[in-house]
Nanobody, 120 residues
Framework: VQLQASGGGSVQAGASLRLSCAAS????????LAWFRQAPGKEREFVAA??????NIKYADSVKGRLTISRDKNTVYLQIASLKPEDTAVYYC????????????????WGQGTQVTVSS
């Protein structure tokens, strides 16, 4: 299993970014994908998840309205609008080998992360 995240960078507050994560899961037919993030000095937190078909999406309450997760087959995207300094974090994609979302997303594999740095 490989998860390759990209799209991070250093931006000014108010800008937008789109993160991408391409998943390669040999021998696995269906899976859900999610984004997590870890800010400096904090624990990794769930951001958003999308199921196999792309018709069931969950967001953390803290990010609703500014972040949009989407999926195109084996690639998951995270669009972040109106970036704030508190969005500064390493963003990780993760895969869970179930076709639909459960109450809690339980990662089976992690990607390597992509850094997002927002300056005021």
């Amino acid at each position: 299993v490989q998860l390759q995240a990209s799209g991070g960078g250093s931006v000014q507050a108010g800008a937008s970014l789109r993160l991408s994560c391409a998943a390669s899961t040999p021998n696995r037919r269906s899976y859900s994908l999610a984004w997590f993030r870890q800010a400096p000095g904090k624990e990794r937190e769930f951001v958003a998840a999308v199921n196999w078909k792309g018709d069931n999406i969950k967001y953390a309450d803290s990010v609703k309205g500014r972040l949009t997760i989407s999926r195109d087959k084996n690639t998951v995207y995270l669009q972040i609008a109106s970036l704030k300094p508190e969005d500064t974090a390493v963003y990780y994609c993760a895969v869970e080998f179930r076709s639909d979302l459960d109450e809690t997303f339980t990662p089976h594999f992690w990607g390597q992360g992509t850094q997002v740095t927002v300056s005021s």
